[in-house]
């Protein structure tokens, strides 16, 4: 895993779709709590790059929640096309930028291979500042990283409810009749 | 009769985990106790409560790589 194409990997998208007020960012539904600030944590380390970008220093950390824009091309179904998912949240652009979030177009490689909904991606920005993630939320105990994890869940309560009422899928994931390779880079 | 237990870890899989084929899992996404190694075959829970057979291939810093069984 030492080569740079190995592992997951963002980078700051400096193409794709540009977002407007008005656009709706779409946040797939996981139904566990615990999954999404784990997975926000886990995925706060790939950021070291666009960090330094920022000028941010080095103890300074942020946690990420993927999110897309709706658009003509990527309908929600589109979207969910080999992901499980089901059920999703949907919100304006606008409402998470006057709730006072940041939204980052990063774009998703897994060992070098992009996600096909890369340009539409977007990463919610949840916290961001100096020492946010208990160190004992990666090497603690059970009990440590549960009440680690207990300590960071207002802040994803807090976005969730900001992101609007459950919704499902129309088709379900499984019956979305486009594959996102073949529609001409949307 | 024999009984076999798989561990069950968590991880993100969507369409650039599915065409590479591997899947990675943070430590933080471990409860701790689950004592991973190179070689130990696991099952994938996804996001979307999706199951996965895996293998667990590599491990560098706090990240395991699980290399999807087809």
């Known amino acids: 895993m030492n080569e740079p194409t190995k592992g997951p990997r963002v980078r700051w998208r400096s193409g794709g779709h540009e977002l407007q007020p008005e656009t709706d960012l779409l946040r797939f539904e996981v139904a566990d709590l615990n999954g999404v600030i784990t997975r926000a944590v886990a995925d706060s380390e790939l950021y070291r790059e666009i960090q330094d970008a920022q000028g941010h220093p080095e103890e300074w950390q942020v946690l990420p929640m993927s999110c897309f824009a709706v658009t003509e091309m990527w309908t929600p179904d589109r979207l969910a096309h080999n992901t499980g998912f089901t059920r999703y949240r949907v919100v304006h652009a606008a409402v998470l930028l006057a709730a006072g979030f940041t939204l980052w177009p990063t774009e998703i490689l897994i060992d070098g291979v992009p996600d096909p909904r890369n340009d539409v991606h977007y990463d919610l920005v949840v916290a961001a500042g100096p020492a946010l993630i208990p160190g004992t939320l990666i090497t603690g105990s059970p009990a440590e990283r549960r009440a680690a994890r207990s300590e960071l869940a207002p802040r994803f309560e807090r976005i969730i409810g900001v992101l609007g009422d459950l919704r499902e899928l129309d088709d379900g994931p499984d019956n979305a009749e486009t594959d996102p390779g073949t529609m001409g880079g949307a | ?70």
């Open chain 2, 1 to 70: 009769m024999t009984t076999i237990n798989k561990l069950v870890v968590p991880a993100s899989i969507g369409p650039a985990e599915l065409e590479a084929g591997r899947a990675y899992v943070h430590d933080a996404e471990l409860e701790g106790d689950e004592e991973l190694t190179v070689g130990m075959r696991v099952e994938v829970l996804d996001d979307a409560g999706r199951y996965f057979a895996a293998t667990v291939t590599d491990r560098a810093d706090h990240l395991w790589q699980l290399t999807l069984q087809p």
